[in-house]
Structure formats: C-alpha cells, structure tokens
C-alpha cells in the first residue's frame, strides 16, 4: 500500500512540483494571489508530461530482445527518482526552498530577485535578508487582511461594523509596527553598509 502511493507521488506530482520550483523559485512569481494553486496544477501537468516524455526516451533506448531500455517499474522508479532529485537540487540552489534553513544554517538560499537590487544585497547577510523576508511577508499578509476587513466594514452594519473597525485598528497598528521593523532594519543595513 505504501509503495503504491509513493509511487503514485513520484508519477503524478513530486517529479512536476520539483521542475516547477526548479524554473519559478521565487514565491508569487507565477500568480501573486494563487501561487500556490497554479504551482500545485503546473505540478501535476508537468509530472505527467516528464513521465511521457521519459517513457518514449526508455523506449527508444530498447530493442525488441534486449529487455532493456522499456518502460518497467524499476526504469520509472529509478528515472523519475533521479530526474525529481535533479530538480529538486536546481530548485535549492536557485532559492526555491527557504525552509530547508531551518534543518541547517549552511542550507539557507534565497531566490535572486530581479526587482529589488537591495534584496540582493542583502543575500550576503542571511540573517537579515530572512528578517526582511519575515518582515515584508506580515506586511503583505497584513495588508490584505486590511483590504478585506475594509471591504467588510463597508458591507456591515451595527454591531459587526463596531466590530471590524476595531478589527481593523487593531490590524492598522500590527501594520504600522510591521512598518517601523522594516525601516529599522533598513537603517540599521545602511548604517552597516557605510561604516563598510
């Protein structure tokens, strides 16, 4: 039973989400609001179209007495095992997995963004850069739980608008405290920078 699902995983989804990582390392990079989703849809598609392809290139290597080279369970597992830790390892290196810090300090990467010139500054001071990500992570969260409680206010009325204009209060001073981290942090990286 547990082969049968592992198996499962690694034909339909590990191989795909891991190539998908692999190209797109940097979160929101796909869809700012759905990430996620599409990573998961993009996952499954891809795991089934690297198992196609695979399978014709097993076979093209076979000939009819041979025995090898045809699409068997061991070819698959091994194939797919291989192809899966390949992309999971270009995925690493390119930044996909920030968590993977956590097992160990020497396997903390982040994505190199294209946008922010001071976020790949900060890629030298891991430290920092992770706090900044944290930082700017809550804000984002923050201003969308502030979006929709706005949203919200509008749409009720009596108790449930008291509600969430106190709601909203309390999530406009998380906000604002959020703000001052992050310019602090940002003080404080400058500071550090000019005394380099």
């Given at each position: 039973?547990?082969?049968?699902?592992?198996?499962?995983?690694?034909?339909?989804?590990?191989?795909?989400?891991?190539?998908?990582?692999?190209?797109?390392?940097?979160?929101?990079?796909?869809?700012?609001?759905?990430?996620?989703?599409?990573?998961?849809?993009?996952?499954?598609?891809?795991?089934?179209?690297?198992?196609?392809?695979?399978?014709?290139?097993?076979?093209?290597?076979?000939?009819?007495?041979?025995?090898?080279?045809?699409?068997?369970?061991?070819?698959?597992?091994?194939?797919?095992?291989?192809?899966?830790?390949?992309?999971?390892?270009?995925?690493?290196?390119r930044?996909?997995?920030?968590?993977?810090?956590?097992?160990?300090?020497?396997?903390?990467?982040?994505?190199?963004?294209?946008?922010?010139s001071?976020?790949?500054?900060?890629?030298?001071?891991?430290?920092?850069?992770?706090?900044?990500?944290?930082l700017?992570?809550?804000?984002?969260?923050?201003?969308?739980?502030?979006?929709?409680?706005?949203?919200?206010?509008?749409?009720?009325?009596?108790?449930?608008?008291?509600?969430?204009?106190?709601?909203?209060?309390?999530?406009?001073?998380r906000?604002?405290?959020?703000?001052?981290?992050?310019?602090?942090?940002?003080?404080?990286?400058?500071?550090?920078?000019?005394?380099?």
């Open positions: 039973m547990i082969e049968q699902i592992i198996g499962f995983l690694l034909l339909f989804f590990i191989t795909g989400i891991t190539f998908i990582y692999a190209l797109f390392p940097r979160k929101g990079e796909i869809d700012p609001q759905y990430d996620l989703l599409y990573r998961l849809t993009f996952g499954v598609v891809m795991s089934v179209v690297i198992l196609i392809l695979f399978s014709f290139s097993l076979n093209a290597l076979g000939t009819d007495t041979s025995g090898f080279g045809y699409v068997t369970g061991l070819n698959l597992w091994i194939g797919l095992t291989v192809l899966s830790v390949m992309f999971f390892w270009i995925g690493w290196w930044g996909a997995y920030p968590w993977m810090g956590k097992l160990h300090k020497s396997l903390l990467r982040f994505p190199r963004s294209p946008t922010y001071v976020l790949a500054e900060l890629n030298d001071d891991k430290e920092t850069f992770a706090r900044f990500n944290e700017a992570g809550k804000r984002e969260k923050l201003r969308r739980e502030l979006k929709d409680i706005e949203r919200r206010v509008k749409l009720q009325t009596g108790g449930l608008k008291e509600h969430y204009e106190k709601k909203r209060t309390e999530v406009q001073e906000l604002k405290k959020v703000d001052d981290d992050l310019r602090e942090l940002e003080r404080k990286r400058s500071e550090a920078l000019y005394i380099k």
